[in-house]
């Protein structure tokens, strides 16, 4: 299986969220992971490090936790997609527009739609648009 992973979902994989939806839903995405191959955009790596301190400054981590965070991130082993070109980005401009996502969210569906995989996301505005989109998301029947 080809998955698509959003930082959202590995970001709660690291900081082992309480919510009992978000928990059932990266339990689901850690036993689809061990038989994928993960697919993420080339921001990832970054979102993810932006993630990690956005929780350390909400005091959730230390500074000390940082490397242990993304070890834990970079578990998925992702494949990461080469940085967009112009027409890539403009036509992820067009998908961004076309469902009010950020041209950030809009990559995550862009590369799930090209590379034909399952998107996994804990963004509620970017799984309904992947479904919009005729692209299966993580928890759907295929």
Not at 61 to 76: K, M, N, Q, W, Y
Request: include cysteine; charged fraction near 25%; hydrophobic fraction near 45%.
């Amino acid at each position: 299986m080809k998955l698509v992973a959003d930082c959202s979902i590995v970001a709660a994989l690291c900081f082992g969220e309480d919510d009992p939806q978000t928990r059932a839903t990266v339990e689901l995405f850690k036993v689809v992971m061990q038989g994928a191959s993960i697919y993420v955009p080339s921001l990832w790596p970054v979102e993810l490090a932006n993630s990690i301190l956005s929780a350390e400054r909400r005091l959730r981590f230390g500074p000390s936790d940082r490397a242990r965070l993304l070890e834990i991130g970079f578990t998925v082993s992702p494949w990461v997609d080469d940085v967009p070109r112009m027409d890539q980005l403009l036509r992820v401009m067009d998908l961004a527009v076309r469902h009010n996502l950020t041209v950030y969210d809009a990559l995550y569906v862009d590369l799930a739609r090209r590379t034909g995989s399952r998107l996994a996301s804990l963004d509620g505005a970017m799984l309904r648009a992947a479904r919009k989109e005729g692209i299966v998301v993580l928890g759907d029947p295929a």
